[in-house]
């Protein structure tokens, strides 16, 4: 909601206040202002100026060169772009020294060879956004009316000497969604009055009635609905002072007629629409549900098919308005309009919300009515609307209207002892001092019994429960008055659970390992649903899905996290390295909801190591990722193992199941070359863990071994073995027959090559022999080491390479 403090100096006294300090106040009571813009803000020396002449540049077509008064001894040449400037017109002027938005100075300048002293000046290049400027003049430079005066500050006959505070109401706020709703405000926080606009006109000596029927058929929908019939309406431009107001508050002016019904919405919160009479044609108007499939065109050309659950304004026959939300192109006021309907009404927001929610049409007025008008202000809106079009439209307004009004306007009751609200507020404010807070904000109440009696206001629809009126008086007498206190009682200080901990350790081991973290949708395909799932259940799939790509809770986190690389890489970004820590979900059949465990999974592609200075690079590789788990396990102090597996979506060769003892835990891998090549990845390499099984393993309590202080021995040992056996398998078998005089055991070598048979393989492994307690002899060691080599032989039928 925009709020021009000139407008808004109608309704509250306003003077001796700071913008600025007024901003921070109303922050302070709870409405944020968002911003704060004053228009005139670095402009200067722009006035009204008078083109006396007009006349074509002679090196440019599109240059006009004018001779324009703009108040001084002699004429100023400015030479001018716009198509439409033109001899006669008061136009604004940038004179020589003068400053637009932005820091623009204004110098004498040559184009194309003639002399120009200044600017003529559009709205938009004095900072009003091109959507709030009037369609005539938006390609050009703006036209004021010939009463300006020659040589007069332009700035002040457009009312940019003006402050616009921008105010982010949160949905419970609609009364703030006008300019009265916010004078109430503003003067509650000053404690001044509100001064409501002062309606009276003169009726016309005919009956609205006589003219138009009117029938209600959907009261729910619509309790409340009014018609006046205006005659002899002269439709054009809108005096400058409203066409001001209105463009201060992001707001386009069109003619008279459209400009007051939306400067009464902005006014009273409450949308007001102006149909042609004589283009309803039946001189009737009848409120119903559409039928379904039944079409209108909107006001902005389009065509909407509508349903049965729609609200309609129809002449009888035809639909001439989406009830609440758009009016139709079929009962638009034009130029040639000489007699109007002005309608009122009361729609209830929730069919509202519904109709422009389907149609995807939002509008000024649809979110008025979705959050709730004031009931009290409808009748006093379309007033305040006649008054206007007789003054500024000329209008004659009929007697009387035509109304339908079943709307409960009486204003809800709430009870509240002032004990409970310093009970909720852990204060004592004075029984005064409230009273005189409610008071200011204008709710009517009594004291009775040591009670509130409060009727809060129709135009405060969010004071229900005592707990509002706990909350406007807070407010009121300032949130930073409340003391701080700690709550009585044992307690201590707050920090992370064990399993909190572990998890933020998890992310800092991840982090520190080069991979960033991704957060990815829990929803996705079907049939992405179950695609490298650890454990495998049924899917559980959501009733309404928002689409069928997001219709089912995910088992497995790598499918978007494959996703995310291939988006990043198809963006030139080819090294990605990305890890996710979140939910997986299995089905426990049709009553259950599904069992949630969360997990932890990453994907790396591309370059591991690109040093351009040194010339080195090295591409990601399984080890590599296997190095990554392998730090976390070590930084969550569980033992893991691996063995080769198969899964679908990952390279045969290049897959391993990870194991927590017994228990699969987890797995890592390549993707296979046809999901690479679907996703157009290159090598890529992914893991996935069951986090919650890793951070509740029991570990056992540390125990602290001395470094040893005799020395140790190493022997190399070279083996060739069936190419199928695992390393992991003969380091088993060294360690167990080595028994505790094997301190170290380390894999140095594989070769597989010309000089060894296709099924076998070369695998070297140095060992180190240690006693805690003494300095080995040569005899120990190799008998020590004759028994390992024994055992690898009867084990492993490992043979000794020569």
């Not at 001189?283 to 006001?299: N, P």
């Not at 079009?389 to 004659?396: R, W």
């Not at 990952?650 to 797995?667: N, W």
């Not at 390499?685 to 056992?700: A, D, G, M, S, Y």
Request: charge should be negative.
């Amino acid at each position: 909601m925009l709020v021009s403090l000139n407008w808004l100096a109608n309704y509250v006294d306003l003077s001796g206040e700071n913008p600025s300090e007024l901003a921070e106040k109303i922050t302070r009571s709870g409405i944020e202002v968002d911003a704060l813009e004053v228009r005139s803000q670095d402009m200067k020396n722009i006035v009204v100026g008078h083109v006396v002449s007009k006349e074509k540049h002679p090196e440019a077509d599109k240059l006009n060169i004018c001779q324009v008064n703009v108040g001084a001894d002699e004429l100023s040449q400015i030479v001018c772009g716009a198509p439409n400037v033109d001899a006669g017109q008061k136009v604004i002027v940038a004179v020589p020294g003068a400053r637009l938005p932005g820091g623009f100075k204004i110098k004498k300048a040559k184009l194309r060879g003639q002399e120009s002293h200044g600017m003529i000046c559009s709205l938009q290049e004095l900072g009003i956004e091109g959507k709030a400027v009037p369609k005539a003049f938006a390609d050009g430079i703006f036209v004021l009316p010939e009463e300006a005066e020659i040589g007069a500050d332009a700035l002040e006959y457009l009312s940019l000497h003006d402050t616009v505070l921008e105010l982010g109401l949160t949905p419970n706020r609609a009364d703030a969604m006008s300019m009265l709703g916010v004078a109430y405000e503003v003067a509650a926080i000053l404690g001044k009055d509100v001064k409501l606009p002062e309606i009276s006109y003169t009726e016309g000596s005919e009956k609205a009635a006589d003219y138009l029927a009117l029938e209600v058929q959907a009261k729910d929908a619509n309790p409340y609905y009014s018609a006046k019939v205006i005659k002899d309406v002269q439709v054009g431009p809108s005096p400058q002072w409203l066409q001001n107001r209105l463009m201060a508050v992001g707001v386009r002016p069109h003619n008279n007629v459209v400009d007051v019904t939306n400067y009464v919405l902005m006014e009273y919160g409450q949308p007001l629409h102006a149909f042609d009479y004589d283009r309803l044609e039946t001189k009737k108007i009848v409120v119903r549900m559409a039928s379904e499939g039944e079409k209108i065109t909107t006001l902005d050309d389009q065509e909407r098919t509508l349903a049965e659950t729609d609200l309609v304004i129809t002449n009888g026959e035809v639909p001439v308005a989406v009830a609440g939300v758009m009016g139709g192109a079929n009962s638009e006021v034009s130029d040639e309009t000489t007699t109007i309907v002005l309608e009122s009404a009361y729609f209830t927001g929730s069919f509202v919300r519904q109709t422009s929610k389907k149609l995807g049409l939002r509008s000024d007025a649809s979110a008025r009515f979705e959050k709730g008008v004031d009931p009290n202000r409808v009748e006093a809106a379309a007033e305040r609307a006649a008054q206007l079009l007789a003054e500024l439209a000329g209008g004659t307004v009929l007697t009387g209207s035509v109304v339908v009004d079943e709307l409960d306007k009486t204003p809800k009751k709430v009870i509240v002892s002032p004990d409970f609200i310093n009970e909720r507020l852990g204060m004592k404010i004075s029984l005064d001092e409230m009273q005189h807070i409610l008071t200011r904000l204008q709710f009517p109440f009594e004291v009775a019994n040591g009670l509130f009696y409060i009727d809060a206001p129709t135009r405060r629809q969010d004071i229900v429960i005592p707990e509002d009126i706990v909350e406007e008086i807070a407010r009121m007498y300032g949130y930073d008055r409340i003391p701080m206190t700690l709550p009585e009682g044992a307690h201590q200080a707050g920090g992370l659970s064990p399993y909190q901990a572990k998890r933020r350790l998890v992310r800092q081991t991840l982090e520190g390992a080069g991979l960033y973290q991704a957060v990815t949708y829990s929803l996705t395909s079907h049939e992405q649903s179950q695609k490298f799932a650890l454990h495998q259940a049924d899917v559980t799939k959501l009733l309404m899905p928002m689409s069928e790509e997001r219709s089912t809770l995910r088992q497995s986190l790598i499918p978007h996290l494959i996703e995310a690389a291939s988006y990043n890489v198809a963006r030139r970004v080819e090294s990605v390295a990305l890890y996710e820590v979140g939910s997986v979900f299995l089905d426990n059949g049709v009553d259950e909801l599904p069992t949630e465990i969360e997990h932890v999974a990453g994907i790396v592609t591309g370059l591991w190591v690109d040093h351009m200075w040194q010339g080195e690079k090295k591409p990601v590789d399984f080890f590599v990722v296997k190095g990554i788990v392998e730090a976390l396990a070590a930084k969550l102090g569980v033992t893991l193992s691996y063995t080769q597996a198969k899964m679908d979506g990952l390279h045969p060769g290049r897959t391993a199941e990870i194991f927590l003892g017994e228990e699969l835990v987890g797995f890592i891998g390549q993707l296979h070359p046809n999901e690479q090549k679907r996703v157009d990845l290159k090598d890529t390499f992914v893991f996935e863990l069951n986090l919650e099984r890793l951070i509740t393993e029991q570990k056992p309590t540390i125990s602290y071994t001395p470094v040893s202080r005799f020395p140790a021995i190493t022997r190399d040992i070279a083996l060739v073995v069936d190419r199928a056996l695992p390393a992991s398998t003969l380091e088993t078998i060294i360690r167990g027959s080595g028994g505790r005089l094997v301190s170290a055991v380390r894999l140095f070598d594989l070769y597989q090559g010309e000089k060894m048979a296709d099924d076998k393989k070369s695998v070297a492994f140095s060992i180190t022999y240690q006693d805690a307690e003494r300095t080995l002899t040569d005899e120990e060691v190799v008998a020590a080491h004759d028994k390992v080599v024994a055992a690898l032989a009867s084990e492993a039928n490992a043979e000794l390479r020569g």
